[in-house]
């Protein structure tokens, strides 16, 4: 049986080595019984990255490598790697710096032999500032309260997930998938494992703080329509505070005019900027969904792919190309 490995990597000369090297060497002393395939998704590194992978793939034919065209950010390009496994199962994330351990990797696969089609690891602690936990624990604690899916908080996409999983998010027709929350949307028993989210070793995350905007709002729009109900009801509770206190000013005017210079203007003002600023902030919240709905409707491929290396016919039921020459122009599943 085969055990797939999906390794995104942008900029990452300093870490894919070690990345392979681990892997490796996991497979050799604890999973000797299971043929390893590792997909390295290079997504149009502009450093050493590529030459590296290269080299790896020339001297290993278990690794095997997605160049991109461009670079189609982490969400996009992960799922084209995951798309493109064979395995039998699928560990679908592991970064290239190995904040994620690779260590729990034979845990993971002794789960998923007793039958659990979901493993995934659970972020316990984090080695990153206060602000930055504080601030991804309330977002995930948000979303899965007001998702379908009954999912802890501080799961990521650290998973490994059996092939009828990865067949099923094959089925799911989405230009910018959450791949979190994607594996529970299709179902099956599932196991959560704690651990520790290490601090990078080398080098800088690439995923900038606008990058992590999108695809924050990328899981909300994809998995949660609750934004839009709490505005259709804040809508409501507001209108019904308006007139309550437009009848309490009126007869506050009625009884104490002469008392009252100008009656009314500083409340004219405070209401004005702040019906306005609540109106913006939802017709911003209506836009995301609406900017959703058009990446739906454009029917993009998940990314364009460069070229294929080491995958040979092994790929041809996941949708990809069958040699080591240029890709064809994206990979739909």
Known sequence: MKISVVTPCYNEEDNVAECYATVRAIFDEHLPGYEREHIFCDNASTDATGEILRRLADEDPSVRVIVNARNFGPLRNTYNGVMATSGDAVLIFLPADLQDPPELLPEFVRLWEQGYEIVYGIRATRDESWSMRTLRQVYYRALTRFSEFDIPPGVGDFQLVDRRVVDSMRRIDDTYPFMRMMTFECGGRAV?????????????????????????????????????????????????????????????????????????????????????GVQLFFMGLIGEYVLAIYARVRQKPVVFERERLNFGEAVAAAGGTKTDQPAHPGSEP
Do not use: C, H
């Open 192 to 276: 959560g494992v704690p651990y520790r989210w290490r601090a990078r070793k080398r080098g800088l995350s690439k995923n900038r703080l606008s990058a992590l905007f999108d695809q924050g709002m990328n899981g909300i729009t994809s998995f949660t329509t609750a934004p839009l109900r709490i505005g259709l009801f804040a809508g409501f509770v507001l209108a019904g505070l308006s007139v309550l206190y437009s009848i309490v000013n009126l007869l506050v005017g009625l009884l104490f005019y002469q008392r009252l210079a100008e009656p009314g203007i500083f409340t004219l003002i405070v209401a004005l900027f702040f019906f306005g």
